[in-house]
């Protein structure tokens, strides 16, 4: 049974940074991607960032490259996303989720129909 398992959201201010860990356990191939999304209220969800296992290949969104940065340790089967000079815009619950890697996708633009496993979010705020 594949779980993915968020954590690190919480109440930050302007400026400030928080780290987001994705445990992934019960998924056996080493070929895979991770994405990490998000969801304000009343938004659609949109990716933010993503790891393709396989080389290492990131993408990240116009809205957060230069301030975020996606990573993965491979012995504890964790991806991090490390979010720095976070925004009020910010504010949204995270989500992480696995794809299986299907050659001649373009995760670079692939949306959250794409992935086939999600964890439960956690909660990011940037308030003052």
């Known amino acids: 049974q594949v779980q993915l398992v968020e954590s690190g959201g919480g109440l930050v201010q302007p400026g400030g940074s928080l780290r987001l860990s994705c445990a992934v356990s019960?998924?056996?191939?080493?070929?895979?991607?991770i994405g990490w999304f998000r969801q304000a209220p009343g938004k659609e969800r949109e990716k933010v960032s993503c790891?393709?296992?396989?080389?290492?290949?990131?993408y990240y969104s116009s809205s957060v490259k230069g301030r975020f940065t996606i990573s993965r340790d491979s012995a504890k089967n964790t991806v991090y996303l490390q979010m720095n000079s976070l925004k009020p815009e910010d504010t949204a619950v995270y989500y992480c989720a696995l794809d299986r890697y299907v050659p001649g996708v373009h995760y670079g633009l692939a949306g959250p129909y794409e992935y086939d496993y999600w964890g439960q979010g956690t909660q990011v705020t940037v308030s003052s």
């Open positions: 019960g998924f056996t191939s080493d070929d895979h991607v």
């Open positions: 790891f393709i296992t396989r080389d290492g290949t990131t």
